[in-house]
Nanobody, 114 residues
Framework: QVGLVQSGGGWVQAGGSLRLSCVGS????????MGWYRQAPGSQRELVAN???????NYAEGVKGRFTISRDWARNTMYLQMNNIEPEDTGVYYC????????WGQGTQVTVSS
């Protein structure tokens, strides 16, 4: 059975850093496409960063150079390291892994104060 559990997030001042984690079960982390999405208040969910099944990594323009997505096969965990955070990064962050269907984490709130 596939499952995702997120951790991390919280409140941070602009310019600070946070790390989000997403632990998966029942997933082959070596080949499953995965990514992080966020949803700001009043906005649609948008892609922040993803890792394709080939290993290619993509970032949304607004987070390039500030966020880093990574995965640890041994720990079945995906990370999003967020540095130099901006108020516009505020939102609920979700991890997503496609394995035997579309799977979403429970979401975690990130609030950035200026």
């Amino acid at each position: 059975q596939v499952g995702l559990v997120q951790s991390g997030g919280g409140w941070v001042q602009a310019g600070g850093s946070l790390r989000l984690s997403c632990v998966g079960s029942g997933i082959n982390f070596k080949i499953a496409p995965m990514g992080w999405y966020r949803q700001a208040p009043g906005s649609q969910r948008e892609l922040v960063a993803n890792i394709e099944s080939s290993g290619r990594i993509n970032y949304a323009e607004g987070v390039k150079g500030r966020f880093t997505i990574s995965r640890d096969w041994a720990r079945n965990t995906m990370y999003l390291q967020m540095n130099n955070i901006e108020p516009e990064d505020t939102g609920v962050y979700y991890c997503n892994i496609y394995w035997r269907g579309d799977n979403w984490g429970q979401g975690t709130q990130v609030t950035v104060s200026s």
